[in-house]
DNA sequence: CTGAAAGCGCTTACAG
DNA sequence: CTGAAAGCGCTTACAG
């Protein structure tokens, strides 16, 4: 490969006046800017960039490092769509994106960390949908650039975040709910120990009972895993609950959780949404395919990665403060909601 | 950030001791060593990833380069299914995984090009499912790193790929409806210059009639774009056709066309598959959820981008060769094919 | 086993 | 506008 000595010979003109052609920095003489172009034409030349970034001090990519552990894996749906927007809006920006999968345990000194120690890397996206023991990340403070959460909310308010403000989502699924005239509406959700989602929406649906004017129901709640199993299990047990006590309506934390809700309903011989409601949480494509389809909140996940980017590369240039920011959810009416059968009466 | 040097000065060796200790490479007695570990602990220090490899010449990344001119984009299922299994691969590897996208024309000098030119690469991963002008992709040559194409086989030979076999899974299909006793099967693919899947099942899909002994039917072979609504349209077509010439099954080379297909079948009042058969080609996940089911050749999209980071792996060890590789399609049989009316008469 | 030295390919104040 | 020089933070033959 050729240096850029070999393009200084090339042109007549010494590195140093290659190097500003190139990177455009500094004032050269149009003459000598042509000959350099030639040049490095003629050569193939281009800039090594590890050098140039070794040399200016120069950051040039951002990192992606997401982290599965207790979580499914990257094959979900929200993962592909949030990656999606992140890597169309890295190409509009002037880095590059290094990307990074942890499965197992979080351990600094794991060779695949040493990826976050990366010296080209400018600031972090970090993704861990479920989080163990937040202070394992505390080693990530220690690099001094910055971190962003994604579609999680960590506790430690040094960290910044971008996600969908879960608990706003609750209120919008539950109080369609009750405006429809529903008192007796359950909850199935997720992890509270270890995601801030399964908190937040938890959190929202109860402050949506009150609201209402509605007392919690500990019967009711189901709270253990974002999955369909999840959903299913959940169900039955509602089902075996005093007929004066059974739900009239379920919001589903995640929409995988509310294709089981669904499922045991249907296997019970309830008509969705005659006998019973159902909103879900996510609007992954396949909700709209459902019998019937699902009402659920939509998160813009594809959005939500390009913020991220944008956030970051404010954070990069700042240096400031951490930034907390939340997206909006909105509410997808399909039909999987109706007014209770006792109002039809 | 420490250096080599501070870390040097407080286990009280040559920075070269240093050096050998965390590279893992020369030999250092055990007291140096665990010196040397120590001080880089309390200091916290990692080495400079920048530094290393412009000394030493390592490569240290793979890059991703997707390019979507012509193409819809990179939200496209199988775009993210395949990543996916990139990604996980790429986390099993000693490489990172550098990305980039690019859409509109493909020009060497584009900002975003020089991503090709970054000197950590050791290899490129090339998507590009629609190619204009093969030779667009030349100046990669010059490179003088392996560049291995996926899910396209380029023309010229010196490049490497990975892909599926696509007559292979034409075949599947076809076969499998004259199988059933289908003597009038139309095609409906895509665009015959820019794509080689478009080419190849349409090669396929004519040796298979050829196999079994039917005439092609230029009235019955639609190519234009991997779409719905060239599906649907196709199809309105097909209807219009005097009774007798007719088709009795549609071969529908992507799932998305075979939606648009089955969308024209209902509309015109056709019952699937009693009336008529359809069969896609990909299985995407919504391909389950039709009414009916879709029968398909399914991709092992996630199965493809692993096994593609591994042969990227292979090429950048041996320098040897191109190497062109195909993946077995598998054919899905589900509710939308049947033997054709007649025979039920 | 270890140190001293050269140098990877650039960039950038500095002086003129 | 341009050249000469220093040096980014490492690695690695070389000599002892």
Avoid at 21 to 48: C, D, I, P, W
Avoid at 90 to 103: A, C, D, Q
Avoid at 185 to 195: D, F, K, N, Q
Avoid at 303 to 332: R, Y
Wanted: proline share 5%.
């Amino acid at each position: 490969m050729p240096t850029i000595h070999d393009v200084a010979r090339l042109a007549g003109v010494h590195r140093s006046t290659v190097s500003r052609v190139l990177t455009g920095q500094g004032s050269v003489s149009e003459k000598s800017r042509k000959k350099v172009l030639e040049a490095a034409r003629q050569m193939n030349f281009h800039l090594n960039t590890v050098a140039s970034a070794l040399k200016s001090q120069r950051k040039t990519a951002v990192g992606l490092l997401s982290f599965w552990h207790c979580s499914p894996n990257p094959s979900e749906t929200y993962y592909q769509q949030t990656l999606t927007g992140i890597i169309n809006e890295i190409t509009r920006s002037k880095f590059n994106l290094l990307l990074n999968n942890i499965e197992g345990t979080l351990d600094p000194e794991n060779e695949k960390m040493k990826f976050c120690y990366e010296s080209h890397l400018a600031g972090i996206l970090l993704m861990a949908p479920l989080v163990e023991n937040e202070s394992a990340f505390d080693f990530l403070n220690g690099l001094n650039i910055p971190v962003l959460f994604l579609l999680y909310k960590p506790r430690d308010p040094r960290y910044s975040y971008i996600d969908l403000d879960n608990r706003k989502g609750a209120h919008l699924a539950v109080d369609h709910l009750t405006n429809l005239g529903h008192r007796k509406i359950a909850y199935v959700g997720g992890e509270l120990t270890y995601s801030s989602n399964a908190r937040d929406r938890y959190e929202g649906y109860l402050e949506s009972l009150k609201k209402a004017g509605i007392k919690e129901d500990p019967e009711l709640v189901s709270n253990g895993y974002f999955w369909t199993g999840h959903g299913e299990e959940s169900m039955k047990k509602f089902l075996k609950l005093p007929s004066g006590q059974r739900p009239t309506a379920v919001f589903a934390a995640t929409d995988t959780i509310a294709y089981g809700v669904l499922k045991a309903a249907h296997d019970a011989g309830l008509r969705v949404p005659q006998d019973i409601s159902i909103v879900g949480f996510d609007d992954y494509e396949t909700s709209n395919l459902t019998q019937p389809p699902l009402t659920t909140v939509r998160q813009p996940f594809y959005a939500i990665g390009q913020q991220a980017v944008q956030l970051l590369e404010t954070l990069v240039e700042q240096k400031g403060k951490p930034k907390h920011q939340f997206v909006d959810p909105e509410l997808i009416v399909r039909g999987s909601t109706a007014a209770p059968w006792f109002m039809n009466r």
